[in-house]
């Protein structure tokens, strides 16, 4: 066995992130970790979110102050738009999405930790999830999915793509979906002599 191997990522399966999702007891936490998991956000950028930075009409969301102090536009799912709209409609949160104790704050990425940690309790997952889990989740389903590799890492906010790289060690399924250029070629196994 080789040593110095990279750690893989702990990934959920669709099921297992619906499992997550639905075992989270309050609306804001489940807002968010939706949010966190549906745009592959740090807990950070999760907090940091404000109103203002939901582009409905365009789509996207913008994280502003992301890792590396760097902006960056991120999808928004048409599902997560119903979501958050539906948490807007009920509890009106002004300016931050995701207030904190006091409006004028976002919340402390602690109280999203803990409450991924009560989830993950409720929901009976033996995996150790994390907030990064649900990004690592994120990008491999993307691959999975077939989005293009290029776009992952500029979704994720990563400046290169060896940061993204190690989702195509998890995303087995794609690999073995991929056809090798070798199955185009019409070649005899034996050669002829």
């Known amino acids: 066995m080789r040593e110095n191997r990279s750690k893989l990522p ?26 966190a998991y549906a745009a592959g956000l740090r807990a950070s950028e999760v907090a940091g979110l404000r109103i203002e930075d939901i582009a409905s009409a365009g789509g996207v969301m913008q994280v502003c102050h992301g890792k590396g102090a ?32 006091d409006e004028d704050h976002p919340i402390d ?27 690592h989740s994120f990008a491999t389903h993307l691959l999975e999915n077939g989005t293009d590799i290029r776009i992952i890492p500029v979704l994720l906010g990563h400046n290169n793509l060896s940061s993204t790289a190690r989702y195509t060690q998890v995303a087995t399924h794609t690999i073995r979906a991929t056809q090798s250029p070798l199955d185009r070629l019409s070649l005899e196994v034996t050669p002829s002599g």
């Open 70 to 101: 760097k902006d960056r536009n991120v999808m928004l799912s048409p599902q997560l738009l119903g979501i958050l709209r539906t948490y807007w409609r009920l509890a009106r949160p002004r300016p931050y999405l995701f207030p904190g104790r």
């Open 10 to 35: 702990v990934v959920l399966s669709a099921d297992e992130v619906v499992q997550f999702l639905e075992a989270v007891s309050s609306l804001k936490s489940r807002a968010a970790l939706t949010t």
């Open 109 to 135: 990425p602690t109280v999203l930790h803990a409450a991924c940690r009560s989830a993950v309790k409720a929901a009976g997952l033996t995996k150790r999830v994390t907030l990064h889990a649900l990004r």
